[in-house]
């Protein structure tokens, strides 16, 4: 006997959803956790060796942007996700991540802008304050989460480097260390992992710099220490471990339309009426180990739900074409 | 005791046990018994592991032939039909889970995707083509189908290659592991191929003589 989920077409569009209550997601040691980091500066870059704790951090509420759905909880988050450079596995980047070292962090800013330069995450991060959104995350793969991550509007971090009028598209690259990134000694994507947004997407609110998840600073296997999240596009251009932003003129590369451009497009818009060659992406399961084996898929809305806020962003674009 | 006996109250009672583990893990698994998890996507996990167990007890069963002509160890033709019976079974287990708990019986989205997806036809194909394998196992059937039974059962060569191949397709990115798969069964297929090119004649001769059928073969020790 099948257990369907309840009614998926209820979560099309956000609507400005109420502030989920502390007690779902934060328990009650992370909130003797936060009290404790509320009165202390906000340190971000971890100490080598608290791989496993997290520091809490400070941050407001954003209920704006965020959906009411149930957050997965942080042991899915952390234990279960794509991230190559740590193995292919799902579980991979939760166990191999172990040696990597968060800080110091530095980020070269370049390209067509005023402001260019090599800065340490904490000079990047100093001015912007920290909020939570609990973004849908829908990976490629037909799997999607609840994800309350802690962060910054990404636009805000870009116009403080006053892009010029030929920065028409922003590129990321993620950090090499094949040392400490096990996944990269082998030549499975060819490292490293580069992303692009268009300028006008990297500049719209939803697109999120990521520092933390459920409140505490980024584990490794998540993407530490800076990471995108555009929850309205597959998870695979939510770039991880940022080292390098360019603003650029013509479209960047991206990592997995590199690998398989029939397959993966730089768009990559969450659209349940593109299917990926190989599977449906009409419908998607919302993993989670409490779900157990009657969990069956929902229907995956276009643009993963965002469609109100993103829409306008490719008015005019025939979607099957720049998928 | 006789070695018939030793095969029939030792070996395969442990076979039959070493065979169940990998599904004996997944209910354990589903159920949270002793501990085990499955991970943030037990579905994924259970279908996965299903599919997998399926295609090693399959590459176990071609095995047996180029082993037993290696080693020189003719009753190990004895565990092969077990081996491929559990092939078959986790071949099914892994489809009917498809359809039940990942599709969640959505007839629409399967028979598209079976239609559609190319790794999917590849895979319902193999089922498709074990059923029949399947269904003449027994010793009764051996018996009926006397030489045809052998041409039959030559099928098993094909679904080999098409369920490497349907692992190989769904692959993201990273193929170690097909290829393995790969690696094995050209290794199991290309050694038959060069023992009947060097004899001119099959691994396994084409016509049973009289008194040493297969039938015959698993009772009788060698």
Redesign the interface.
């Known amino acids: 006997m099948?257990i369907?989920r309840s009614k998926p077409e209820d979560a099309a569009g956000i609507r400005p959803s109420e502030i989920t209550p502390e007690s779902v997601f934060l328990n009650r040691r992370d909130l003797l956790k936060a009290a404790v980091a509320a009165g202390l500066v906000v340190r971000l870059g971890l100490p080598e060796g608290a791989h496993a704790a997290s520091p809490g951090l400070n941050y407001a509420r954003e209920a704006h942007f965020s959906v009411d759905e149930a957050p997965?909880t942080y042991?899915?988050i952390t234990?279960?996700n794509n991230f190559?450079e740590f193995g292919?596995g799902?579980?991979d980047p939760s166990q191999n991540s172990a040696g990597f070292k968060q800080s110091p962090w530095t980020v070269t800013v370049g390209g067509e802008c005023e402001v260019k330069g090599t800065f340490t995450l904490e000079d990047l991060l100093a001015p912007h304050p920290l909020e939570e959104r609990i973004y849908r995350f829908r990976c490629v793969?037909a799997?999607s989460m609840v994800i309350p991550w802690v962060g910054f509007p990404l636009k805000d971090l870009l116009a403080r480097f006053k892009p010029n009028a030929n920065a028409k598209y922003v590129a990321f690259k993620t950090i090499v260390r094949p040392s400490e990134m096990p996944g990269q000694r082998r030549a499975?994507?060819d490292w490293p992992y580069v992303e692009g947004l268009r300028i006008d997407e990297a500049m719209h609110p939803l697109s999120l710099m990521a520092v933390g998840l459920y409140g505490r600073t980024l584990p490794s296997q998540n993407g530490a220490p800076l990471r995108l999240v555009t929850p309205w596009k597959y998870g695979f251009k939510s770039i991880k471990s940022i080292v390098e932003i360019k603003f650029v003129e013509k479209q960047p590369s991206s990592t997995w339309s590199n690998?398989a451009p029939r397959e993966y497009g730089f768009y990559a818009n969450v659209n349940p009426n593109v299917d990926h060659p190989?599977?449906?992406q009409?419908?998607e399961?919302r993993?989670?180990?409490s779900?157990?084996?009657?969990?069956?898929?929902q229907p995956t809305l276009l643009f993963n739900g965002y469609q109100e806020q993103v829409a306008g962003l490719y008015e005019g674009m025939d979607l099957r074409k720049y998928f | 005791m006789h070695s018939t006996q030793i095969r029939r109250w030792v070996f395969k009672p442990i076979l039959h046990v070493l065979c169940l583990l990998p599904l004996l893990h997944l209910i354990a698994g589903s159920s949270g018994f002793a501990g085990v998890s499955l991970g943030a996507d037990p579905i994924a996990k259970v279908l996965h592991e299903l599919g997998q167990w399926g295609l090693r007890f399959l590459v176990a069963t071609l095995a047996i032939t180029p082993l037993r002509l290696m080693l020189g160890k003719p009753w190990l033709v004895s565990f092969r039909r077990i081996l491929g019976l559990y092939s078959f079974a986790y071949v099914l287990m892994h489809f009917i889970a498809w359809v039940s708990i990942d599709q969640g019986l959505y007839w629409q989205g399967i028979l598209e995707d079976i239609g559609k997806r190319p790794f999917i036809t590849i895979g319902f194909a193999a089922l498709l083509l074990l059923i029949p394998l399947a269904i003449t196992s027994t010793n009764r059937m051996m018996l009926r189908l006397g030489r045809h039974w052998k041409k039959l059962h030559r099928l098993i060569y094909i679904i080999a290659v098409l369920g490497v191949w349907h692992f190989y397709w769904l692959v993201k990115k990273d193929v170690t592991e097909p290829l393995i798969y790969v690696a094995t069964v050209a290794f199991l297929l290309g050694y038959r191929y060069w023992r009947f090119r060097r004899h001119k004649i099959p691994a396994v001769p084409l016509v049973e003589q009289r008194g040493n059928r297969i039938s015959d073969r698993l009772r009788t020790p060698a």
């Open positions: 099948l369907r997965n042991q899915d234990t279960y190559y292919t799902k579980e793969e799997w499975i994507l690998v190989r599977w449906s009409a419908r399961r993993v989670g180990s779900g157990g084996l009657f969990n069956s898929r």
